[in-house]
């Protein structure tokens, strides 16, 4: 059971700060969303633009493959199974999302948009901050590394011994009658 929880503490860890990458990539390459400012307000430059929903898929996109990569790691250093390295990959890929979300945040573009647009000028063009909108996609990472950890347990794990059936022997007297004519 010692050995089971450290090697727990070891993947909690180690997958959360795999959520750095996930936050560098994401920051890397989440779509800008373009913003212009006059002399009265902040405007998206492209009213259509589908550049907001798509840092959120970027974000859901690139969880997702971590997720997968985490689950097929744990599921090779712990090829034995067990609960506390499942919930460790649980727990520390939701960990990983949110210090990713955050670390994406606080490295993009300036969080005060009012400042950028002074900063950047009447009619420039300038990048709005880095958002999570669906904060849902902070769970891809998390069901991913579940559901690929199970799907490989189900496949390549360790199997339970297969029930040895005994038949138990019949007994001689079985369907004679008894003394009282039964």
């Known amino acids: 059971m010692k050995k089971e929880l450290r090697d727990a503490v070891i993947i909690a860890a180690a ?17 800008r969303v373009p913003l212009i400012a006059d002399d009265k307000a902040v405007f998206l430059k492209d009213t259509e633009g589908e550049e907001a929903i798509g840092g959120d ?8 493959g971590l997720g997968v990569l985490s689950a097929a790691a744990v599921f ?24 990713a979300w955050r670390l994406g945040i606080w490295l993009g573009p300036n969080q005060d948009v009012v400042a950028a647009a002074k900063a950047a000028g009447q009619g420039v063009t300038f990048d709005a901050p880095l958002k999570l909108d669906a904060k849902g996609a902070l769970l891809a ?5 579940m559901a690929v950890h199970l799907g490989l347990t189900a496949l390549f794990g360790p199997r339970d011994p297969d029930p040895v059936w005994q038949v138990p022997p019949l007994d001689p007297g079985l369907g004679k009658p008894d003394s009282a004519g039964h």
Do not use: D, E, K, Q
């Open 15 to 31: 997958v959360t700060v795999a959520g750095v990458a996930l936050g560098l990539l994401w920051l890397w390459l989440a779509p």
């Open 57 to 64: 898929g970027t974000f859901i996109l690139l969880a997702l």
């Open 76 to 99: 090779l250093f712990r090829r034995n199974g067990g609960i506390a390295p499942v919930v460790a990959l649980a727990v520390g890929a939701l960990l990983a999302s949110v210090l």
């Open 141 to 145: 990472w998390p069901v991913a590394a």
